[in-house]
Nanobody, 123 residues
Framework: QVQLTESGGGLVQAGGSLRLSCVAS????????MGWFRQGPGKEREFVAG????????WYGDSVKGRFTISRDNAKNTVYLQMNSLTPEDTAVYYC????????????????WGQGTQVTVSS
């Protein structure tokens, strides 16, 4: 069982930055690929970014490429999402998720989910 706890959300003006963190309560954190997803008002949950178990591979959704960076610190059981150049379209609840099978941008590949953290970008 993996428990995930996100933090770092909040209210930011357009053009600003935020860094989200997700801490995993599991001894084998380095065995999991990790992902960030988001769900905006009235929208389906969508893939934002993913990172392999070692951190050596990362991949991003088209809407965030060049603005967001995912990273991880396996010694701290933590995955991060650095978000720059935020726009109101980035407003959403952001979720981190753990995938024991490898790296994927599919929701169904991720077995464990956090409760989410709200990010609101004002214009």
């Amino acid at each position: 069982q993996v428990q995930l706890t996100e933090s770092g959300g909040g209210l930011v003006q357009a053009g600003g930055s935020l860094r989200l963190s997700c801490v995993a309560s599991v001894r084998t954190f380095s065995h999991y690929a990790m992902g960030w997803f988001r769900q905006g008002p009235g929208k389906e949950r969508e893939f934002v970014a993913g990172i392999s178990w070692s951190g050596g591979s990362t991949w991003y959704g088209d809407s965030v490429k060049g603005r967001f960076t995912i990273s991880r610190d396996n010694a701290k059981n933590t995955v991060y999402l650095q978000m720059n150049s935020l726009t109101p379209e980035d407003t959403a609840v952001y979720y981190c998720a753990a995938d024991p099978g490898g790296f994927s941008d599919s929701l169904s590949a991720y077995d464990y989910w956090g409760q989410g953290t709200q990010v609101t970008v004002s214009s």
